[in-house]
């Protein structure tokens, strides 16, 4: 038998993400990292260089990167002003 993906095992693994990132950040802040400037920005991947989908062709046309076509959301943590990671 196949082993398909069902939509309650992805909402499983994602609450277990969750329970990781909440602990990973307890275990931050219990080391006494300062996590009130903590950011979570979210950002999108765009299509390759060379994609000739229609909305890449047509921001060649326009010359202007930010209509290419996305590939996905990417998350990226960062601690606000804090330019010096140790
Ligand atoms: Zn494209």
Redesign the pocket.
Known sequence: MLNFRSPSNHERILAMAMRQIEKMLKDMQSEGKDLSRLKLKKFQK???ID??????EEAKKKNDPHM??LIEDGFKVYVDGDKKAD
Not at 51 to 56: A, I, N, Q, S, V
């Open positions: 765009t299509h390759h994609c000739k989908c229609k909305l890449c290419r076509g």
